[in-house]
């Protein structure tokens, strides 16, 4: 038996993506408005899953309270507000697009997280585009 608990999160960061290799031309084809050199932001929209077991005595999964303060202070606290390619240094020499950020969320959480759970990562960048990470 398996169950899976969501908690939800944003945060708001700026980025560009681009190679320093390329030009500015190679760079607008490949990455679009998302190589702009004075950077942009998005409202990235996150939902963490977590899979397990009931425990028999508390009827959680997970305290949920736990589970707030980890995605608060490895994720929220970690990225928002931020300028990924200057301020994240997993960034400096890798583009943070959001298929590279949702595997940087996952490994913060991964190893906050009791071993004994299944950690799933959904990255929204727009309304449209995400992601799903599971390790
Ligand atoms: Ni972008």
New binding site residues.
């Given amino acids: 038996m398996s169950i899976t608990v969501y908690r939800k999160a944003h945060f708001n960061a700026a980025?560009r993506?681009y190679r320093k290799d390329w030009d500015d031309e190679k760079n607008k084809s490949v990455f679009g408005?998302?190589s702009n050199p004075n950077f942009?932001g998005?409202n990235y929209e996150l939902e963490v899953g977590i899979s397990g077991s009931i425990d028999k005595e508390t009827g959680f999964l997970i305290d949920m309270e736990e589970l707030k303060n980890i995605i608060k202070e490895e994720v929220e606290e970690y990225l928002d507000h931020k300028n990924l390619n200057m301020d994240i240094p997993d960034f400096k020499e890798m583009n943070p697009t959001m298929e590279n950020i949702a595997i940087l969320i996952w490994d913060r959480l991964r190893n906050k997280l009791n071993s004994k759970f299944k950690v799933s990562v959904k990255l929204y960048?727009t309304p449209r585009n995400f992601v799903v990470y599971t390790g």
């Fill in positions: 980025h993506l408005k998302c942009h998005h960048e």
